[in-house]
């Protein structure tokens, strides 16, 4: 047997024990103070994993922390991937109905125009649908924009007429909306959600002062009363949506995320994920912090919006992800207003960078080998195949390799508080259900405090 | 995620092999059990029902990048 390459060790300082996680099977197992030598020495490789007692040697094994000498982990996580590539039960559609929006958000990368999507690209959209829904477990029907709202009827339009497409075919529809909440009013929201349209993310980058520099409207006026009000109606009001609030933030925005979370009242905290996310393209920002500390500081909030109540989403503290994005997906398609078809929802959505195009028959006809080459970019690189965290990542971005030929330089980011996480996870459960904000400044405290 | 906890007794006595490392205490607590492989894929596999596809996509919904 030997060790695996995708364990973490780790020292649980309140008790002295040592945690070990493996990124490969999710296993999380606290040992004795008085095996921490025995575990940092096989780590090492300067004892032998037949040098164990037997009972610990059997534990480690069926936690998969030792493993036989011949398994080929990478190759088994590179199955699983190709597996999740391939998966054969579900749909994945994003639909853009405008490349408009009614704000401007400093840090978008998208050009907003207006546009609207005609009836001829709603019937190819249907029609496409007709053909492919009856070969999937589940269709998954993503809004996305510009802002979806703007288009409304059409938006209402095709989600009816889809999930009926679906009910039709003896297909689970399940759907989703990136919104930036503005214009979803509680009158609104009453009739998306009986469209079956249950899951929401809404962005607010902050308390008001943050998020009106952040998230500006395009005419006169401020953005954050409204959308405050709306996301608190709709956890208030549909109790069967799924709501995700999205804070980006960047080292200027961060500390001021309680701020945000303590205005909402206490009796919805429960109903609202909430989801940090760095302001993506804007990782010079952060050049006087290491990615360690921008890691442990979002921990930090996330330990903060337990404890006021929130749920909170995050990458699981598991390898259950099979591919690193949807746009890994075979069956995964984004249409914009226009017909054009992509696969990413990063981009400006330009005819120039479609890979092809809906025709009237309501078929996906691609352009040239843009598709084909999209897929042929391999999902997991030599520099993945040494990497602790593979089995939790699967890869990065594909669209990144596609440009640049290789991940990106901080690909690991999202795995740098790894240890603390692990630490937190085991603080919770020995803790009991929840944590309180004590407890995990102990666990952090080469952080200043974020408040 | 499979919140399993579970502790495992190790009453193992120390072989002199070992005394280097000694093994003094005896509990080693499973906070989180191993998933197996077709545990993890199972829901890429023909025996998944719709309901757990459908499960598996509202963990998935987030959007990993981009500013919306």
């Known amino acids: ?451 | 995620m499979k919140p399993v906890t579970a502790t495992a007794t190790v009453t193992a006595t120390v072989t002199p092999s070992v005394t280097a490392l000694p093994l003094t205490d005896s509990l080693i607590r499973v906070v989180q059990a191993a998933r197996t492989d077709s545990e993890l894929t199972h829901v890429a596999s023909p025996e998944a029902t719709a309901a757990e596809v459908k499960a598996s996509t509202n963990s998935c919904v987030v959007h990993l990048c981009g500013c919306d």
């Open chain 1, 1 to 451: 047997v030997k060790v695996s390459k995708f364990n973490i060790v780790t020292q649980y300082e309140p008790t002295g024990e040592t945690l070990l996680f493996n990124t490969n099977t999710g296993a999380l197992v606290a040992l004795p103070a008085s095996l921490q030598r025995d575990i940092h020495a096989l780590h090492q490789e300067s004892v032998a994993v037949s040098l164990l007692p037997e009972a610990v040697r059997t534990v480690l094994a069926d936690q998969g922390f030792i493993v036989d000498e011949e398994k080929d982990e990478v190759a088994e996580v590179v199955r699983r991937n190709q597996l999740g590539i391939d998966d054969p039960n579900r749909l994945d559609v994003f639909i853009l109905p405008n490349m408009n929006c009614n704000f401007a958000c400093p840090y978008c990368y998208e050009d907003h125009r207006p546009s609207q999507m005609t009836d001829d690209v709603e019937e190819r959209i249907l029609r496409w649908f007709e053909e492919m829904a009856p070969r999937f477990k589940v269709v998954l029907l993503s809004w996305f924009g510009g802002e979806p709202l703007l288009s409304f009827e059409r938006l209402l339009s095709i989600q009816t007429k889809v999930k009926q497409i679906c009910e039709d075919a003896g297909t689970t529809f399940n759907s989703h909306i990136t919104t930036n909440g503005y214009l979803l009013t509680a009158a609104r929201a009453e009739r998306l959600c009986a469209t079956g349209l249950l899951s929401y993310q809404i962005t607010m980058d902050g308390p008001p002062e943050i998020h009106n520099e952040r998230r500006l409207l395009k005419g006169p006026g401020n953005s954050f009363d409204r959308v405050f009000e709306n996301l608190c109606n709709l956890a208030r009001t549909e109790p069967r949506a799924n709501i995700k609030l999205r804070i980006n933030f960047d080292p200027d925005t961060l500390p001021s995320v309680p701020v945000l979370l303590r205005m909402i009242p206490e009796e919805l905290r429960g109903r609202i994920h909430v989801v940090l996310e760095r302001i993506f393209g804007q990782g010079t920002l952060f050049i006087n912090k290491t990615m360690q500390n921008v890691a442990l500081e979002t921990e930090e909030c996330y330990e903060v919006a337990r404890s006021l109540g929130f749920a909170v989403t995050t990458t699981p503290l598991d390898p259950s992800k099979l591919t690193y994005c949807y746009a890994d997906r075979v069956s995964q398609f984004l249409f914009n207003h226009d017909g054009d078809v992509f696969k990413c929802t990063v981009g400006k959505f330009t005819p120039q960078e479609r890979l092809g195009v809906l025709d009237e028959a309501g078929h996906v006809v691609w352009d040239g080998s843009g598709y084909v080459d999209w897929m042929a970019i391999p999902a997991i690189d030599d520099k993945c195949r040494s990497c602790t965290f593979l089995p939790m990542c699967m890869g990065g971005c594909r669209k990144t390799r596609h440009f640049t030929g290789k991940s990106g330089d901080d690909c690991t980011l999202p795995f740098a508080a790894l240890e603390t996480r692990v630490q937190l996870r085991y603080a919770r459960e020995t803790a009991g259900a929840s944590i309180d904000e004590s407890t995990h400044l102990t666990l952090s405290t080469s952080l200043g405090g974020i408040e």
